[in-house]
């Protein structure tokens, strides 16, 4: 059983940044694929960002690449998404999930989700 909480949203103008933080509970945090999704009202989740078990691969969402990086600290427990150049298309509240096997941008493919932070883009 894996404990996800995220921290770090907010509001922000379009063209700043922001870093959210995933913390998991227990010890077996390096035996999962971590990854980052996000959903806007009225839309359906979507992947934002993956990263597997080592930290070694990572890969992101097209809407995302240049600008989000994701990142993990399997000492400290936490995955790390830091927003670049945020736009209000990014408004949205963002869950970090972590998944059993290879990092996937499938949301079927992860276990444990957290309760979400949200993220608002002004213009």
């Known amino acids: 059983q894996v404990q996800l909480v995220e921290s770090g949203g907010g509001l922000v103008q379009a063209g700043g940044s922001l870093r959210l933080s995933c913390a998991a509970s227990?010890?077996?945090?390096?035996?999962?694929?971590m990854g980052w999704f996000r959903q806007a009202p009225g839309k359906e989740r979507e992947f934002v960002a993956t990263i597997s078990r080592s930290g070694l691969r990572t890969y992101g969402a097209d809407s995302v690449k240049g600008r989000f990086t994701i990142s993990r600290d399997n000492a400290k427990n936490t995955v790390y998404l830091q927003m670049n150049s945020l736009e209000p298309e990014d408004t949205a509240v963002y869950y970090c999930?972590?998944?059993?096997?290879?990092?996937?941008?499938?949301?079927?493919?992860?276990?444990?989700w957290g309760q979400g932070t949200q993220v608002t883009v002004s213009s």
């Open positions: 227990g010890r077996t945090f390096s035996r999962y694929a």
């Open positions: 999930a972590a998944g059993g096997g290879i990092a996937t941008p499938h949301p079927r493919d992860y276990d444990y």
